[in-house]
């Protein structure tokens, strides 16, 4: 099968997991789970869960178990974009080309629609199966630690703290290791803990998930240059590159692509242990290197 017939069932297993997890949108008060539905299905790209399915493949693992996981990722991922997006944050009106949340529902909405969705996540990685090596408190623990202060929040805090000033590269990597490697290295390590993975393995998922997550914000922010705002659909009004270091503004853009073929290959080279059955983390890897996953 084709990777990009494989990437287009995969997202559908997901969306149908989600849709099948989630409460539904008449259930009471009806306004929070439609906010918390309309911005879990604004077409994500189900990256993460779908970087934690492949983890779960890649380990052996049976893909009914990796499903949890998948969606907790995607919930906690989706939970950041709602909040990342508010006024007192990033303040953008669009998100993948439509309203984003508090735009639609109004700021104190959109506020506890993250808050919603935040708790979501955990009652969903609280249900993955216990395998010989692994049990609820591994995976809670796992999460919990990436959407804390000192990942995923931490990095939002720097990212703020940044805010107009010029970083240097250092600074700048250790943004996007808690801002978005985090979440990727746990996605994989999820997937691979759901599937009894070895000690081995987890070193090899988390290695290819850090390399893989540096190297996703490196293109991400080459392709904010070589595209327009509009293409990408994801802002409004605001022009980010005026307040935000990014790697182009750093390293100039041909050594932005340089790094991201570096760490992309640091990312394959961390596949090695993993064997054939790694072979979809591969092909995600050189796919998101040749242009957006
Ligand atoms: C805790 C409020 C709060 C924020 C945490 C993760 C984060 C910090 C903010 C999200 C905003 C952002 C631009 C993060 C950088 C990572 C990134 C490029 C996210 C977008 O991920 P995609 O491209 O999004 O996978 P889709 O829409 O496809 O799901």
Redesign the pocket.
Known sequence: MSLKIWLKAQQETVDAALDQILPSEDTRPATIHQAMRYSMF???????PILCLAAAEACSGEEESALFPACAV?VM??????????PS??DDDL??GRPTSHVVYGEGIAVLT?DALLTEAFTIIAQTPSTESYNARDYVLELSET?GSKK??G??VL?LEGEGKELNQEQLVHI?E???AA?LCSSLRLGGMSANCTAEQLQALTDFGYNLGLA??VI?DILDVTQTTEQLG?TAGKDESVDKSTYPAILGLEESKAEATRLTTLALDALKPLGEKAARLEQIARHMLER??
């Not at 604004?42 to 993460?48: M, S, W, Y």
């Open positions: 604004a077409g994500g790209k189900r990256l993460r995607e991922h989706t939970y950041s974009l709602v909040h990342d997006d508010l944050m990033d998100r993948r993250g959407g995923l929040i990095g939002q990212d996007h808690a801002k978005t979440l996703f914000q991400d994801k957006e996953f």
